[in-house]
């Protein structure tokens, strides 16, 4: 197989996911998967896929459970997890053992300044032929969008969030 590089970005809802029926879809013909999700450290409902799909996907988490908002500044630990997540990463792209390797809110790490855009472009440089490489989230930075071999913009029109008081749905928001 030939391996290409894909980016999910925009505002809109949708980018883990398209990344997550990726995964399955995957999974479903018997390549194997490895997930990691950036700035994730809270329970979501496909914690589970690795359950469905033993052998076939890995999953880990790379943040902490609180969120860091627009402004505040990262705490050591969040920038540890980040790190150690952007190793993770390099290592599955490297190792031989996936066929497909989604980064999971890594162009949002980027922006927040927890890993640097030149950091995560040298791992998409590295990327060996034979892999699928995903990042996901929003404020992909234009040197990403330019390398990727596929690039989609998930684009808000319309959402539920801002007309109602609504609070994440298990199964459908996490």
């Known amino acids: 197989m030939t391996g290409k ?9 949708g980018k883990t996911t398209a990344a997550l029926g990726l995964a ?3 999974a479903c013909a018997g390549m194997k998967v490895y ?7 809270q329970d979501y409902s496909e914690l589970c896929l690795p359950e469905h799909f033993p052998g076939l996907i890995t999953m880990e988490q790379y943040g902490t459970p609180k969120l860091i908002c627009k402004g505040e500044e990262p705490s050591e630990e969040d920038m540890k ?4 997540g952007l190793q993770r990463i390099r290592t599955a792209i490297l190792s031989g053992s996936y066929d497909l390797v989604i980064a999971d809110e890594l162009n ?3 922006h927040m300044g927890l890993l640097s855009e030149n950091d995560v ?9 034979n892999v699928e490489l995903v990042l996901t989230g929003r404020y992909a930075p234009e040197s990403f969008i330019e390398a990727a071999d596929l690039v989609t913009e998930m684009r808000e029109i319309k ?8 609070q994440a749905r ?3 928001e996490s």
Do not use: C, W
């Open 159 to 166: 959402h539920y969030y801002a007309t109602e008081n609504l």
């Open 35 to 41: 997930f990691g999700q950036f700035m994730k450290g």
């Open 24 to 26: 399955v879809r995957a």
């Open 81 to 84: 997890s980040a790190s150690t």
């Open 121 to 129: 472009m040298h791992l998409i440089l590295q990327r060996p032929d």
């Open 108 to 110: 949002v790490t980027v």
């Open 170 to 172: 298990i199964g459908i």
């Open 5 to 13: 590089f894909q980016l999910y970005t925009g505002n809109g809802k």
